[in-house]
């Protein structure tokens, strides 16, 4: 049942671009193997080569001893090769059952089986834990339900070998849970799973075996067991790493920088009001569901709002776009980076000055101006990427989360919003995010963070906002910021 691959020194070009500087290793049947690295390292271009999205411009891949070569999906999935994405890669105008049986239609005689492939998609989600109508279609999801389905496609396809690559950045710890116990009942179904992921902790329930990547090489394996998460991280930075958090500093008292009253989002948020003021870094928990994320679409113009006020810097603002407001200081970084954060098919400089044009424009747009822009942001943010003229869709990642983040300080705002700003992050880099976050704070701006990871808010707000159903149940302060306190809050337990 299970399938053992081995890579040969593989090398992958992209362009005059080597990503893969000629990896070596095996995978042996049956068993659940991390796969680790930093951003940028590797990861998804030898996982999509071994399962059939990337073509190898150098050395060779062996399946169960033999070597293959695979030229579509199509030709791994037969092989029992199956990748969960870690960038959706579901058709947003199919439904959900077309998407999880795109390209192996059930029929019956001439016509498609679409009472059967709605049977079975149902079937699939239920497992995933997902309760929705295979007839939706896919634009429609919210994030994590794309991802579930994701894997409720994956699962259809009935893999040997199954790779997921950062299955769980946009899933609730319940829903994490479930996919754990999925992978259980796969492991003893014998599947060789590939697990890549950057939360460490996942890494060590998973897995029996890490195999750690850098810059493109192998550099090292062992079991899992025999490392701490610490060891494990100093093995992709490929040095100690200090502290993730600097110290918190207590911003001075002042008049709130943004404040909202009374604010409703329909179906999502009621009756919000919260302050932010400037130096601050205000944190907001909840599950996915909470109406965190819809509630600041709300405020930014990107859904309807019913009620409420809110004031920037002391005036009455009400935006239509998030351009808008940008143009009066206020940012946000979408949790959903392919969807509403970055061009993935415009250039890295393009993407970085889109919302802030005018000041390049002067009074025509300035190519050069643009250029220093990105330079400048590349090197503070450490973008890792092949050309500065690449496409944003060809970065890692997390260095295309590196580049919406860069994006949303273009305008040097006063308020930035950050919805899961380290989503699919390596260690290094989040922590080169979290100083950053929190040297804008010392700048005097006002900092949202709505993250899942509660050891994130613990780590750096001066307050927590809790969400639960779309209704503000408590606001912690630095003092009682507890995950447990975070966890009870969030779920109605407390
Ligand atoms: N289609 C492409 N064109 C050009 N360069 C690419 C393309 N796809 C990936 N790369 C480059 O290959 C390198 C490895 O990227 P890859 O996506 O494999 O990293 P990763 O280890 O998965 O990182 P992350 O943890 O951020 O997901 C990166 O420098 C990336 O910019
Ligand atoms: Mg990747």
Redesign the pocket.
Do not use: C, Y
């Given at each position: 049942m299970s399938l053992s691959v081995c890579f040969n020194d593989v090398v992958?070009d992209?362009?005059s671009?080597r990503?893969?500087h000629g990896v070596s290793f095996d995978l042996a049947p049956g068993r659940m193997v991390g796969l680790l690295?930093?951003?940028?390292?590797?990861?998804?271009?030898?996982v999509?080569i071994l399962s059939g999205y990337?073509q190898l411009s150098g050395g060779s891949l062996e399946v169960d001893g033999v070597v293959r070569h695979f030229a579509s999906s199509r030709e791994a999935e037969a092989a029992g090769i199956v990748l969960i994405h870690?960038e959706f890669n579901l058709a947003d105008d199919l439904t959900v059952a077309q998407n999880i049986f795109l390209g192996r239609e059930l029929r019956r005689g001439w016509l498609l089986d679409e009472a059967g492939m709605r049977r079975a998609a149902r079937d699939v989600l239920q497992q995933v834990g997902l309760d929705i109508d295979p007839d939706t279609r896919a634009r429609d999801l919210i994030v994590a339900e794309k991802q579930l389905v994701e894997i409720a496609k994956a699962l259809s396809r009935h893999a040997r070998l199954l790779v997921m690559?950062?299955p769980t950045a946009t899933l609730t710890p319940s829903e994490t849970q479930r996919l754990f116990e999925l992978i259980a009942r796969l492991r003893s179904q014998g599947v060789t799973i590939v697990y890549?992921s950057?939360k460490l902790e996942e890494v060590e329930r998973v897995t029996d075996e890490i195999v750690v990547?850098r810059d493109?090489r192998f550099v090292a394996r062992g079991p899992t067991a025999d490392h701490t998460r610490q060891q494990m991280a100093n093995l992709m930075v490929g040095r100690e790493l200090s502290d993730m958090f600097s110290p918190r500093i207590t911003p001075p008292p002042a008049e709130p920088l943004l404040s909202v009253r009374h604010v409703s989002v329909p179906g999502w948020a009621k009756d919000v009001s919260f302050d932010l003021r400037p130096g601050e870094i205000l944190g907001f928990a909840g599950l996915v569901g909470a109406g965190r994320t819809e509630l600041f679409e709300g405020l930014l113009g990107l859904r309807p709002r019913s009620a409420g006020e809110m004031w920037l810097a002391g005036r009455t603002v009400s935006f239509h776009t998030p351009r808008e407001a940008a143009h009066e200081g206020m940012t946000y970084l979408s949790e959903d980076r392919k969807g509403c954060g970055l061009h993935t098919r415009m250039s890295l400089q393009e993407n970085l000055t889109l919302m802030d044009l005018d000041r390049h424009a002067r009074p025509r747009l300035d190519p050069r101006s643009e250029r220093r822009a990105l330079e400048k942001a590349v090197a503070e943010f450490g973008i890792?990427?092949?050309?500065l003229d690449?496409?944003a869709?060809?970065?890692?990642?997390?260095?295309?989360?590196k580049l919406a983040m860069a994006k949303v300080l273009q305008p040097n705002p006063r308020v930035v919003v950050l919805d899961e700003p380290t989503r699919?992050?390596?260690v290094g880099a989040k922590r080169d995010i979290y100083f950053l976050i929190q040297r804008l704070a010392a700048e005097g701006r006002g900092v949202v963070v709505i993250s899942s990871e509660l050891i994130e808010l613990i780590g750096l707000c001066h307050r927590v906002v809790v969400m639960r159903a779309g209704v503000v149940q408590a606001t912690l302060d630095a003092d009682h910021l507890t995950e447990e306190a975070l966890i009870a809050h969030a779920t109605g337990t407390h």
């Open positions: 992958k992209f362009g671009v990503v893969l690295g930093e951003n940028g390292a590797g990861k998804s271009t030898l999509k990337e870690q690559d950062e890549i950057h990547m493109g890792r990427t092949g050309s690449a496409p869709g060809s970065l890692s990642g997390g260095n295309q989360q699919g992050v390596d």
